[in-house]
């Protein structure tokens, strides 16, 4: 059994100290034979918790030329994440026992990070009939999380059944929230630039108005909501109210709307096309003092890997969707850390214990104890480096971030004991002689 011994590194961004891993465990430091252990100098890095994102898109079945599962989680690892939740929209769709148990086992064969399937809340993601959520909570995939994101469960009756039902099962409901009456056509934020533009607008109400309604259709249920990718001031006051009223609701941001703006749409590029779209500089701001304050639970990638050809187009034609794993840390660190605030710790809290406890994976209730699964990232926040598609690990390049500078590195990762990154590369399995 190797035992790893990594010293000096400011554990959750604190004083430096020691963290030992042995047997897939965090073991104390002290208890460990220091001759023959491996050892790693974290010196100036700081060490965080294996990353949670409740929000990928592994496109597997179906998407296979934009991502596999085995592509995306090492994007996933490269990217300081542990574990992944896989969003249900793919073809088939997660509806069935069937999808989300080969999804949960191309996961564990993929091996660098733990994939937990999201299952559909409706039939096809057509918004109709409630799927079997029962069977798939029960199935292998243990299901906890149900979503239709890519569509809206606009039907308020179909979401307060799918809200009753995830009670019963301990499981939530994450709402892509987008109001289809107000948002057909829709290309990008709704303001003057896009007046100017000549792109169709999307209304903040659009977003906000489901969230208001599916808040009060939780509280009537009992049932937990979560509310996808909130990207407008209007939606952060909705959720704080919410919970004001002692709502069971939770929200995640996204990198990109944490650090991005409608402005860049002025290049007509399609990588900053995305659902729902970049927004004002003043939703911007809202959003991080709502992640700083806890009215935003937690960050989520929405890593939606697209192809080539569905980008290389018109604005107004092209995909909606940005790549996110590897680039969401330094992100987060830009726009949260260095503006003071977040400190490590917080990001913790808001990239990994929070979207674990959100999702029912456990391990991750005690971040970086001992005794708990050995899921640790060493980052070097020091670090600055510029984006580049050829060093990005998943199959799609999509991202908003190319030729664009960030802060921060992953260097290593740890994912129950098994080194996933070495020095920002990924560790490739060992073939056994
Ligand atoms: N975010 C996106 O722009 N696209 C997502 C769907 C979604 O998250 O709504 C996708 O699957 O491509
Ligand atoms: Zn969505
Ligand atoms: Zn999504």
């Known amino acids: ?34 001759d023959t252990a491996e050892l790693v100098d974290a010196s100036g890095l700081v060490a965080l918790p294996g990353l949670v994102d409740l929000h990928t898109h592994l496109r597997q079945p179906g998407g296979e030329q934009a991502e596999t599962i085995a592509t995306g989680v090492r994007a996933a690892a490269a990217g300081g994440y542990t574990c992944v939740f896989a969003m249900a929209n793919t073809t088939p769709v997660a509806d069935t026992p069937a999808v989300v148990e080969q999804v949960h086992r191309l996961g564990v064969e993929a091996e660098l990070a733990t994939v937990r399937p999201i299952g559909a809340v409706t ?50 409901i994450a709402q892509h929230a987008q109001d289809p009456a107000l948002t057909r056509g829709s290309v990008m934020h709704e303001s003057p630039l896009a007046a100017e533009l000549g792109l169709t607008g999307w209304p903040s ?24 990718h909130v990207s407008t001031l209007e939606t952060v006051e909705v959720v704080r109210a919410a919970k004001a009223r002692g709502i069971a609701i939770t929200a995640e941001v996204t990198p990109h709307h944490l650090l991005l703006t409608e402005e860049l749409v ?25 992640l700083a304050d806890g009215t935003i639970d937690i960050v989520a990638t929405d890593h939606a890997p697209h192809a080539p050809e569905a980008k290389q187009t018109a604005f107004a034609d092209a995909a909606f969707g940005m790549v996110g794993l590897e680039t969401a840390l330094g992100a987060v660190q830009q726009s949260m850390v260095e503006t003071g605030l977040l400190d490590w710790a917080g ?12 999702g029912r994976e456990p391990g991750y209730e005690a971040p970086l104890a ?41 260097l290593h990762v740890w994912h129950a004991g098994r080194r996933t990154v070495t020095d920002a590369e990924i560790t490739e399995k060992q073939v056994q002689a």
Do not use: Q, W
């Open 205 to 228: 109400a659009a977003e906000a108005a489901i969230v208001a309604r599916d808040a009060m259709l939780a509280e009537a249920a009992g049932a937990r909501l979560h509310v996808c």
């Open 347 to 358: 990001v913790a809290r808001v990239m990994s214990t929070t979207p674990a406890a959100i």
């Open 123 to 172: 039939v096809g993601l057509a918004g109709e009939r409630l799927a079997d959520m029962g069977m798939l909570a029960g199935s292998a995939a243990r299901v906890t999380v149900f979503s239709d994101d890519g569509h809206c469960v606009a039907d308020a009756e179909l979401m307060r059944r799918a809200l009753e039902h995830a009670a019963s099962l301990d499981a939530v």
């Open 370 to 410: 001992i005794g708990s699964p050995a899921h640790v990232v060493l980052v070097d926040p020091a670090a600055r480096g510029t984006i580049e598609a050829s060093r990005l690990k998943g199959r799609s390049a999509n991202s908003p971030f190319l030729g664009v500078e960030l802060p921060g590195r992953v």
């Open 1 to 34: 059994m190797t035992v790893t011994l990594l010293t000096g590194a400011r554990i959750l961004g604190g004083e430096p100290g020691e963290l030992a891993i042995a047997d897939g465990l965090l073991v104390d430091p002290a208890t460990i034979d220091r």
């Open 266 to 290: 002025r290049s007509y590029d399609a990588r900053y096309k995305v659902n729902p779209p970049l927004r004002a500089e003043r939703d911007v701001r809202a959003l991080r003092e709502a």
